[in-house]
């Protein structure tokens, strides 16, 4: 790999998102070097990276996690990268993805691009084109992603950071609109007490503390999403976690 130094320019011109994170981007690679490579360069131009070797690994981390890109390597253990890429977009999974491969004839090429990649470059390939291409797939996801969630009649606006149900404006905090967000792109999904911990409140580990934070700010948030709704929208999974369900009560 080559021409890191090249691409240093381009982390200047960079979009902030839009709430102000470093974006993330899943490198799915079981060449270690490569891997490694991958990660320094980017988190130099300030990504947040998670690199994953397996095929399996990876598609648990795009079924828990949120990623703004993927960079995707074809020949991997467990599962490949086209069965990746396919269960993704069967399953409406819009990230962009990369694909990084040796596989460089035409037909492998179209292959890819048809099983749901966005972009496909060939090992061995310079940093300064991978940087490049990840940016143009970021600002691309950016051009067409909607900038509102709707569960049912519940509507979060993310650039003005605005909540309503049922018409009905809900005025939150930070932390508690941060925590709706995410429920909601979990919609029908138990998002455990250690997920939260990790990708809302960006701590480590789980603690007794913690947990009662989490508690105090479901409570809370429960309060304002039901009081003049009436039917419930966040629901305990005791001993797992929590799940948003904005179906009308039976």
């Known amino acids: 790999m080559s021409g890191a130094s090249a691409g240093a320019a381009l982390a200047r011109d960079r ?23 991958l990660r320094q360069g980017l988190e130099r131009e300030r990504f947040e990276v998670t690199v994953e070797p397996t095929g399996e690994g990876a598609f648990f981390r795009l079924d828990a996690e949120p990623f703004d890109v993927v960079l995707l390597d074809l020949n991997l253990p467990g599962r490949d990268g086209l069965e990746i890429l396919r269960r993704m977009r ?50 691309r996801g950016r051009a067409t992603a909607s900038i509102r969630l709707v569960s049912g009649d519940l509507e979060i606006d993310l650039m003005s950071r605005k909540v309503s149900r049922q018409g009905r ?9 941060d925590l709706l967000e995410y429920l909601v792109r979990h919609d029908g999904q138990v998002v455990s007490r250690e997920a ?13 503390t913690l947990d009662n934070v989490i508690d105090v700010h479901m409570t809370r948030l429960r309060r304002k999403l039901e009081s ?14 929590f799940t948003l369900n904005t179906e009308p009560d039976a």
């Open 15 to 37: 979009e902030p998102d839009r709430a102000g994170r470093p974006l993330r981007v899943l490198v799915v690679e079981d060449d270690r070097k490569v891997g490694q490579a």
């Open 90 to 139: 069967q399953r409406s999974m819009t990230t962009p993805v990369l694909v990084l491969t040796a596989r460089d004839t035409l037909e492998d090429r179209v292959l890819g691009l048809n099983s749901g990649a966005d972009d496909y470059v060939v090992k061995p390939f310079a940093f300064a084109e991978v940087l490049a291409r990840t940016h143009a797939l970021v600002r």
């Open 169 to 177: 404006p809900i005025e939150l905090t930070l932390r508690e609109f």
């Open 196 to 208: 939260l911990v990790k990708d809302v409140w960006k701590e480590t580990a789980r603690s007794v």
């Open 228 to 241: 003049d709704a009436g039917s419930r929208v966040i629901h305990t999974v005791r001993g797992v976690g």
